[in-house]
């Protein structure tokens, strides 16, 4: 029995999860003639106040800040809420991030009954989503996405 509940099954860990999902999206982007780079920075701030912020994937030519999350339903279908709260904290990254800049949010498509989770953050926390963000949904079995939002 493994003794990590938060342990995603079938992955050799929550980071090389991760990390398999950037490189997905990374893929995916590529694709279309976009090439990204990893721990990309830019300065994020309110006001004049700036600071250096690493988003996942990032582009000067396009200008595109792109975050990844790979979280799913919990196991027993619940929302699962502490991830939400990252999903937020990216939101708030966006809303600080120049407005030059294309700004994608990248998630794993992830089903409990007929609901996705990024269809259900829209409806309970679409009012935390910055005008502009890019919500896509990546679906790992085909290589395919779809934006939301």
């Keep these: ?23 997905a ?14 721990n990309f920075a830019v300065p994020v701030g309110v006001g004049s106040a700036k600071k250096s912020h690493r988003f996942d994937l990032g582009s000067e030519t ?3 800040l792109v975050e990844c999350k790979s979280h799913t339903w ?7 809420s502490a991830k939400m709260t990252v999903w937020n904290e990216a939101m708030y990254y966006f ?4 407005a030059s800049y294309r700004k994608v949010f990248f998630v794993l498509k992830h ?16 009012h935390l989503v910055p005008e502009g963000v890019e919500l896509w949904e ?12």
């Design 1 to 23: 029995m493994d003794n990590n509940n938060f342990q995603r099954l079938g992955a050799t860990s929550n980071t090389q999860a991760g990390n398999d999902f950037e490189a």
């Design 25 to 38: 999206a990374k893929v995916f982007f590529g694709a279309q003639g976009i090439v990204l780079t990893k």
């Design 62 to 64: 396009p200008p595109m």
């Design 74 to 80: 919990t196991h027993g279908g619940n929302m699962p």
């Design 95 to 98: 809303h600080v991030a120049p």
């Design 111 to 126: 089903y409990r009954k007929d609901l996705s989770l990024a269809a259900y953050y829209l409806k309970t926390h679409g």
């Design 138 to 149: 990546y679906d790992l079995e085909f290589s395919t996405a779809e934006r939301l939002r």
